[in-house]
């Protein structure tokens, strides 16, 4: 009984860690992004946009022609920003390594799927 019950709390531990989402490092989002795709509900758009987040948590940024500068911060696997004056804005960040940021977000009901490479 005793083997059972070890074996039954180290496969809901293994369940549990596999099901977990990732949690990124703010370190691995500093520096300039540009977008080299855009798809709502799947499908690709000719929107692009460029990010440069900085160690201090300052950001600025061109999206889709607008320009906006304001703070950043990671928290698990959600990016949050708040331009100046403005709300902040949450979207989940679906790949986040050396050289590609892919974050989603839902945007007045349409799926949005923004992919990035890393910049100079």
Not at 7 to 31: A, D, H
Not at 76 to 91: F, P, S
Not at 100 to 111: A, S, T
């Amino acid at each position: 009984m005793k083997k059972l019950n070890t074996y039954l709390i180290f496969v809901l531990t293994v369940l549990m860690v596999s099901c977990s989402t990732k949690n990124y490092n703010e370190r691995e989002i500093i520096g300039r992004w540009f977008s080299i795709g855009w798809l709502q509900n799947g499908l690709e758009t000719d929107l692009t946009a460029w990010f440069e987040f900085n160690e201090d948590k300052t950001y600025r940024a061109v999206i889709a022609r607008n320009q906006e500068e304001g703070t950043w911060w990671i928290d698990g696997y959600k990016l949050y920003t708040q331009a100046k004056g403005e709300e902040r804005i949450v979207v989940k960040i679906e790949r986040l390594d050396e050289g590609n940021l892919e974050i989603r977000m839902n945007r007045g009901g349409q799926d949005e799927l923004l992919i990035f490479t890393r910049g100079q």
